[in-house]
């Protein structure tokens, strides 16, 4: 007898992150993983909260793995799961670990299910290795920045919005929602829609979007340049998103940003 198409169930392999988990069911969860095959997806893991569940060691939050997935017409569901890498790094450190959460609350409120780029594939697994070995600030900001340039949102700072001028990097510029205005247009503008970028804080910015990986962990910042420069980021991020991060506040709220 031919069994029929609906019957016929595929199967995926791929290397993912593990950005979310929330629990289903009794011993189910859902989780938010972003495959190198598929980009961004909701998969099910039956029975994984169970002691004895052979998939527990390869579904670590924020962890590197091989899954194996049944493709249906429903939701994904994981039947093998490797583990790659779980970043040991992060895990021994509140701080570290904190922030891989305010990452990948990040990542999953700003990219879209099913649409895959290998680009942001590697720069997820890149920003996990930062935080492993670099200030954890410092490693967040890189992403915050790149992601914006590789999802189109990256901002114009070199021309003023409102008059066209060119500011030159030693000039002193208003940081607003997809660029920046000079001090003369600016000034009038409510200070919840600009934020002051001094010459260090450009420098700052420019560093984190072009430095090779390497050269992060030797970039210093000041206080008030890592000031403006958050207060500008969260200004790009809070015009894509609908409502603010949670683990952003908690990250404020325990002082270690």
């Not at 995926?12 to 989780?31: C, I």
């Not at 569940?53 to 924020?62: A, I, M, V």
Request: proline letters at 3%; one cysteine or more; glycine letters at 6%.
């Amino acid at each position: 007898m031919m069994r029929r198409e609906a019957d016929v169930t595929e199967y995926l392999s791929t290397a993912a992150l593990v950005l979310r988990a929330q629990d289903h069911k009794e011993a189910d969860q859902l989780l938010t993983v972003y495959t190198k095959a598929k980009g961004k997806m909701t998969v099910l893991a039956k029975g994984v909260k169970k002691n004895s569940s052979k998939l527990r060691g390869g579904l670590q939050l924020f962890g590197q793995t091989a899954l194996t997935l049944a493709m249906g017409k429903g939701m994904p569901v994981v039947i093998n799961a490797e583990s790659m890498d779980i970043f040991p790094a992060i895990r021994a450190d509140l701080t570290r670990i904190s922030y891989a959460g305010y990452c990948a609350e990040l990542l999953d409120r700003l990219l879209v299910s099913d649409e895959y780029d290998e680009a942001i594939f590697r720069l997820i697994l890149q920003s996990m290795n930062l935080l492993s070995y670099i200030d954890p600030w410092i490693a967040a900001k890189t992403l915050e920045i790149r992601l914006l340039d590789a999802l189109g949102y990256a901002p114009n700072l070199e021309y003023c919005q409102e008059c066209s001028r060119l500011l030159r990097p030693a000039d002193k510029r208003l940081g607003t929602v997809g660029g920046a205005l000079c001090i003369t247009c600016g000034k009038d503008r409510p200070l919840g829609q600009i934020v002051l970028l001094g010459t260090e804080t450009m420098t700052l910015y420019q560093a984190l979007r072009e430095l090779p990986l390497t050269q992060l962990g030797h970039v210093y910042a000041s206080q008030t340049a890592r000031k403006q420069l958050e207060a500008y980021l969260d200004l790009q991020i809070d015009a894509i998103i609908e409502y603010p991060l949670k683990t952003r506040q908690f990250l404020r709220s325990m002082a270690y940003v």
